[in-house]
């Protein structure tokens, strides 16, 4: 089995970091051997990178539907369970129904969304990881992995492209 | 020659730079570096008023709230007909002001209007303060606070849910979902900032930004899922922002009483609660360019300009519905109603009517047309003042001042505020100090929302004159 090494690129603009993820890709590594980070989003045509999947939207559907069937719940199935009949009143008016079956679904839908972005993200994730401070101040930097023997080679090429760093790339505490 | 000079194309760079924050990119080091140094810079001018806000706080809300929990409702000025007074019309100012962190955030970015960038944040700051002062409001209405939780949907021993069809559980959920959706969209956008924060702080500031950051590192999918939840956010959130201020519209207009049966009420206030709102964009805007230390390079008379246009054509949108409202109830020709409105005009408290509308339609109709005094960071802020008392005017006249006069001649009696004056005084330090507390613990400017923005303009040249262009990068 070859061993490999985890490397991490800085690169001072997302240009010289699109050019060495093409390169990387050249030298034999997969997409699924790298990840761009950065301080700004950069999608993936920038960075020629393939299309990032996300269960957000997906979650957030889901979220809306449950919302919603809290809210029938709510709207319909709690004068059942306890009926007060009103001279003259329905037990269940439709109208007023709509504002609870409506605030219920928009309810579950955002609040879906907002744990879809952490179960997706793996939030809060405090273990450390490979990361430089320079990000944030507007570094882009290439994570990848590759086998030993091609590191001198990687790292002669992404320093042809402008790479400011090269390092072995080490989990920190952020 | 000076002609000549200032049409020259260095000249033309020069002025569009300056105009524009867009285009007057600085290294993001050196963005994280302002905005840090305004978190971290508290000068004794904002110590003393933080202080004597404090102060404020802790008698005219806390201190207060105690007496009145003590006294019971016999110390607030409510009695019959007029059971709705100040507390109602602050919560209805305070969901007003909340709309606009909401509209300027997600409406703006739904069309992606570029000027938003710098100030996002401000205005969503607003709107969770905001609902936190309507929310106090509530319950300092409810009298028997400790029981506030048999709003809550669950059953009671008997087994009995709360009604559901009653406004006041649709108000429970509106305002619950409103508050919850807001907050998230508050802390969605911040986690790069919280992130960028971690990473150049100490002691307990980076314990914090660490926990608080939730270990995100810039990291590609993390990008993708947070852009992907703040789309869904700005388009799902503006419904529920409608939501929210037409069911409170509703506790008025559902009821059968004159000057509240009325089915425009929910754009109505919709559209006032925009008024108010954008207003106190503007106003606090203004207030942390002037106070807070690198403001000026983010905040630009750009900001102002676009604020000054909204707040004129909202202000246009709320004298239609205002008179829409009027013309129907005056032209109904019951005689309650003839007697409300006659109440409005010439009552003792006709002087708040007619300040009313000068303040929310004379005020801005006639001064920001002007571009200068649009541009113009004190003179906005002086008609944002204006339009916020005269937009509490609005609700104080719809609520306690419209109780007066009902179907029973002989219940009529003027509403005197008690303990809810120096309450509302409370609420509004409160918000004060709640804003100038995130100011020191939270990144107000969105940096890397502003580096994107930076990166998608250019200039080019049509013919002779150079023009901004904005590319697409989403």
Request: overall charge neutral; glycine content about 8%; charged content about 15%.
């Amino acid at each position: 089995m070859t061993e490999k090494i985890s490397l991490l690129a800085l690169f001072p603009d997302i240009d010289p970091a699109a050019q060495a993820v093409e390169k990387l890709r050249g030298m034999g590594l997969t997409d699924d051997d790298m990840n761009v980070i950065s301080g700004t989003p950069a999608t993936e045509a920038m960075l020629g990178r393939p299309h990032q999947w996300s269960n957000v939207p997906r979650l957030a559907l889901g979220g809306a539907l449950g919302g919603f069937l809290i809210g029938v719940f709510f709207a319909f199935g709690t004068p059942y369970l306890y009926p007060i009949e009103v001279g003259g009143q329905p037990l269940i008016p439709v109208p007023p129904s709509v504002v609870v079956l409506f605030e219920m679904t928009m309810l579950g839908l955002l609040v879906a969304t907002f744990l879809g972005v952490f179960l997706d993200s793996r939030f809060p994730s405090y273990a450390p990881k490979e990361y430089v401070p320079q990000i944030s101040d507007g570094k882009i930097a290439v994570f990848f992995e590759c086998p030993v023997e091609k590191r001198k080679k990687i790292t002669d090429a992404l320093a042809a492209l402008g790479a400011e760093s090269i390092q072995p790339a080490e989990a920190q505490k952020l | 020659m000076t002609e000549a000079l200032e049409h020259s194309p260095g000249h033309e760079l020069e002025r569009l730079r300056q105009e524009h924050l867009m285009l007057d990119p600085r290294p993001r080091g050196e963005m994280n570096a302002l905005v840090m140094e305004a978190m971290h810079t508290t000068s004794w001018k904002f110590k003393m008023v933080f202080a004597l806000l404090s102060v404020v706080v802790a008698v005219c809300l806390f201190g207060v709230w105690g007496y009145l929990i003590a006294e019971g409702m016999g110390a607030a000025g409510l009695t019959d007909p007029v059971y709705w007074g100040i507390f109602l019309v602050n919560t209805v100012f305070w969901i007003g002001i909340s709309h606009a962190g909401t509209f300027v955030s997600a409406l703006l970015r739904v069309f992606k209007a570029e000027y938003r960038r710098p100030f996002t944040r401000a205005a969503e700051l607003m709107t969770t303060f905001g609902l936190v002062q309507a929310a106090l409001s509530v319950f300092m209405h409810m009298g028997r606070v400790w029981l506030s939780y048999w709003l809550f949907p669950y059953p009671n021993e008997r087994g009995l849910w709360p009604n559901f069809h009653s406004p006041l559980s649709w108000d429970f959920l509106a305002i619950n979902t409103y508050l919850l959706a807001s907050t998230m969209y508050l802390f969605l956008p911040l986690i790069p900032d919280l992130a960028m924060a971690r990473d150049r702080s100490t002691g307990w500031r980076k314990t914090l930004y660490r926990i608080l950051s939730l270990g995100f590192r810039g990291a590609e999918g993390e990008w993708t899922h947070l852009r992907t939840a703040m789309n869904i956010f700005a388009f799902a959130i503006l419904p529920v922002m409608f939501s929210v201020h037409t069911i409170v519209s509703w506790d008025f207009a559902a009821a059968m009483r004159p000057g509240w049966n009325s089915t425009i009420f929910g754009p109505y206030f919709v559209v006032g609660a925009l008024h108010s709102g954008i207003a106190a964009v503007a106003m606090v805007l203004v207030v942390v360019r002037a106070t807070m230390k690198n403001m000026k390079y983010f905040i630009r008379p750009e900001v102002f300009d676009a604020l000054g246009k909204l707040m004129l054509i909202v202000s246009m949108g709320w004298a239609y519905f205002f008179f829409n409202d009027y013309m129907v109830q005056w032209y109904g020709g019951d005689s309650f109603t003839d007697t409300l409105l006659h109440f409005h005009e010439n009552g003792p408290l006709g002087w708040m009517w007619f300040s009313m509308l000068i303040f929310n339609v004379a005020v801005p109709w006639l001064t920001l047309w002007n571009r200068r005094v649009r541009r113009n960071p004190w003179a906005l802020f002086g008609i944002g003042l204006f339009i916020n008392i005269g937009m509490w005017f609005e609700r104080y006249i719809i609520i306690p001042t419209s109780l007066t006069i009902n179907f029973m001649p002989f219940t009529w009696r003027e509403y005197v505020p008690g303990v809810e004056a120096p309450l509302g005084i409370g609420t509004l330090a409160f918000f004060i100090l709640l804003y100038m507390a995130a100011s020191k613990l939270v990144p107000l400017v969105p940096v890397w929302e502003v580096q994107e923005g930076q990166m998608a303009h250019s200039l080019r040249k049509v013919g002779k004159e150079t023009i901004v262009s904005v590319a697409e990068m989403e």
